[in-house]
């Protein structure tokens, strides 16, 4: 089924947009809101659309993943729309709190802590759970209009010519459109139609994700304790729950996925400490390869990058969508800007633009959450010394401290508009 507008021969588009997860919807509902009147988008997706998606109803796909979002994501979705029916569901990030010692230790002595600089008014992050967010983002596009819906159905090839960029469909369909923009995840066929390549490397880990709901109250506080397989999240979700991102060497991850459900809880249970009462899990689970990749180039003729499409990071510190969201903000404001001047948004000297926005933020990002896995994923004793004396330093400095929150938060470096909260 296509949804929205015919298959074959459709445009032209000033936008068409491969991937509707995350990425490629926020751009679609930014454009919609923000470009001149008449600005035409196309959406395409892989994924099977439900026929009429109502506030409340059930999202379309389990993920046992939840999302730490950043102020700046935040913002972004305000900005959107889209903020007020997550708002609810979102769990502010109170405090966080940095541990490190062995499996079996009785004690875990804390050795960073950023409750001296949050801001007591405005949280650096917010759990949202996937489903919440996968239907805020896919009610927003629905209601917003003007944004012609391909799903399911897959871009399968491109071509470029001075003025235009057309796209083949699994369907036998095909959009032309002044620019593609790639939102289509890790395994991004357009990034490898390109001939675009990454920086890449599988970690030899997996992380283990699922919900645990505890007899005792977390009040906020997300824990990253650092054990020598790498590091175990608790990240607070609304109620008595918390979200588990769980890295694992990948053989004893896949013995831990294996287990029953006693079992698996029982192992968590060691890990998870007793600081929260007893633990019982509150759904499903889930194991994800990890990988580091960026692309070498996050533009080619007419073509544009976003998202996991550009860049995958470790998921330690919870930022691979707020990083991706940074695209679709600077990717929006370069769009819209040129679309008023009437501009060609295709051009190369937007996409150059573009990349020189996004493409050392991203790396550095990468590098920052690739550096911090290989410090900690590690149980040797130098080491062990060497990073507990490092977060002991980091603790008693509170530049550094507020340095990293507003990293974390996204504000740092130069920043989109709609990242701190201004239509454009
Ligand atoms: C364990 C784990 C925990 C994480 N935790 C966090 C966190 O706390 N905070 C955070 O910011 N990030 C986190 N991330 C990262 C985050 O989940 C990803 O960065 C984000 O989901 C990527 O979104 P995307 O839209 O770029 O890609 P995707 O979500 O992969 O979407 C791609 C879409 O494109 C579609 N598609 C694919 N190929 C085609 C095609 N050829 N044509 C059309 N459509 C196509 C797919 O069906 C899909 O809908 C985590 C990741 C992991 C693995």
Redesign the pocket.
């Known amino acids: 089924m296509t949804e929205g507008a015919s298959a074959h021969s459709s445009g032209p588009f000033e936008v068409a947009i ?9 751009l679609a509902l930014a454009l919609a809101k923000l470009a001149p009147k008449g600005f035409a988008i196309a959406l ?4 099977t659309p439900r026929a009429d998606p109502q506030p409340g109803s059930a999202p379309p796909k389990q993920d ?7 102020a700046a ?1 935040k913002n972004l979705l305000s900005v959107l729309g889209v903020w007020p029916a997550l708002e609810e569901g979102a769990q502010p990030i109170a405090s966080i709190e940095i541990t490190d010692s062995p499996l079996h230790a009785e004690l875990r002595p804390h050795f960073l802590g950023f409750e001296d600089v949050l801001g007591a008014d405005e949280p650096g992050a917010y ?1 949202v759970e ?1 489903g919440a967010l996968y239907r805020a983002l896919e009610e927003a596009v629905a209601r917003a209009g003007g944004i012609a819906i ?7 090839d491109y071509s470029t010519n001075a003025f235009a960029v057309t796209t083949a ?2 369907s036998g369909g095909v959009l032309t459109a002044r620019l593609l923009v ?9 990034r490898e139609r390109a001939g675009i390549k990454c920086v890449s490397w599988s970690y030899p880990q997996v ?3 699922t919900t645990v709901a505890h007899t005792k109250p977390h009040h906020g506080r997300a824990v990253q304790h650092f054990l020598p397989a790498g590091p175990f999240a608790m ?1 607070p979700l609304t109620g008595n729950r918390s ?1 588990i ?1 769980w890295t694992e060497e990948k053989e004893r991850g896949a013995e831990i996925m294996a287990l029953d459900e006693a079992g698996f809880t029982a192992e968590l249970a060691t890990r998870f400490g007793a600081k929260l009462g007893e633990i019982k899990l509150a759904g499903p689970r ?1 194991s ?3 990988a580091l990749q960026i692309a070498r180039s996050f533009v080619a003729d007419r073509l544009a990058l ?8 470790h ?1 330690l ?9 940074r ?1 679709v903000a600077a990717l929006a404001e370069i769009i819209v800007e040129d679309a008023r001047l009437g501009l060609d948004v295709g051009s190369p000297m937007g996409l150059e633009r573009y990349q020189r926005w996004r493409r050392f933020d991203s790396a550095f990002s990468a590098a920052v959450m690739d550096g911090l896995n290989r410090l900690f994923s590690n149980d040797a004793a130098p080491l062990r010394v060497l990073r507990d004396l490092g977060l002991g330093l980091v603790d008693r400095a509170p530049a550094v401290k507020r340095f990293l929150v507003r990293e974390a938060a996204g504000a740092t470096g130069s920043v989109p508009r709609l990242l701190i909260g201004e239509r454009l």
């Open positions: 491969a991937g509707g997860g995350f990425t490629g919807r926020a395409v997706d892989a994924e046992a993943r939840a999302l730490a979002l950043s994501t759990l996937y391909f799903a399911p159905d897959s871009v399968t469909l699994a790639a939102a289509d995840g890790r395994n991004s066929k357009l992380g283990i994700v990240l979200s991102v889930q994800f390869p990890l976003i998202g996991d499409a550009a860049h995958v990071v998921p510190a919870g930022q691979g969508l707020n990083i991706g969201m695209d």
